[in-house]
């Protein structure tokens, strides 16, 4: 069950960890996002052609596993999968990031989640910006996708 708290508390979550379930990544989930931003190199959306990659098949755009974020966030669309639900907030707003990383290819066919944790939290004029830590995990490896420090602010 996910606990409803005042975004005051959320620094009562500094250093949590949290982490999403598997989500397998396809190749239909690559065409649409190639579609989308119109980058159709044939790494990410031609099987055959990226045969001779270094690789040996397609990966996923780095930009769909950042993408990834908001869906890890609200895993499905589903608030009860989230570790905490801010009520007093008007919004949480995309703040940017500190620092963004990409570390190993995403593969067709490969399992990803988020492990993540709050990393700082402070009031600020308009409510409070807070700073996760997010790693993007490939499923039997030991080296991580992809790693971010998000910022975020609740709007109060």
Known sequence: MVNKIKAIDIKNYIGKEYSTEWYKVTQNNINQ????IKDHQFIHVSPEEAKS???GRTV???F???SMLGFFTLQDGKRDS???YVTDAKAILNY?????????????GS???DVSYISKVELVKRGVKFTSHHTIEL????KPALIADWINLLVL
């Open 139 to 142: 499923k039997g490896q030991d």
């Open 60 to 62: 996923a755009h780095g």
């Open 53 to 55: 990659s270094i690789y």
């Open 64 to 66: 769909f596993v950042l």
């Open 33 to 36: 996002f190639a579609d989308l």
């Open 82 to 84: 989230m570790q905490f």
């Open 111 to 113: 399992y990803i989640r």
């Open 96 to 108: 940017g990031f500190d620092k963004i990383r990409f570390i190993s290819a995403v593969p067709v």
